[in-house]
Nanobody
């Protein structure tokens, strides 16, 4: 099982980024996928979840209305579209799923700063 995140970077407040997580080594379309983040000095927190077929999504209150999780099961990829970014969104963002045991990607840094 491998999860590889990409798309992070430096963006100004109010800007947008789209994160991607490419999955391999398992039947992607059978598993829910999640995005977590961890800011410096803080615990890792769940940001967004999506069901295996993509019909159900859930978001942390702090990102509702600004972030959108989606997936393309043909491409084995899950996305996180982040709009109206705030400095408090600065964190390392991780892709996560449960395939036998918890599986994490290596993370991608998102920095929101002017």
């Amino acid at each position: 099982v491998q999860l590889v995140e990409s798309g992070g970077g430096l963006v100004q407040p109010g800007g947008s980024l789209r994160l991607s997580c490419a999955a391999s080594g398992f039947t992607f379309s059978s598993y829910a996928m999640n995005w977590y983040r961890q800011a410096p000095g803080k615990e890792r927190e769940l940001v967004a979840s999506i069901s295996s077929a993509g019909g159900t999504t859930n978001y942390a209150d702090s990102v509702k209305g600004r972030f959108t999780i989606s997936r393309d099961n043909a491409k084995n990829t899950v996305y996180l579209q982040m709009n109206s970014l705030k400095p408090e969104d600065t964190a390392v963002y991780y892709c996560w799923t449960l395939v036998g045991r918890p599986r994490w990607g290596q993370g991608t840094q998102v920095t929101v700063s002017s």
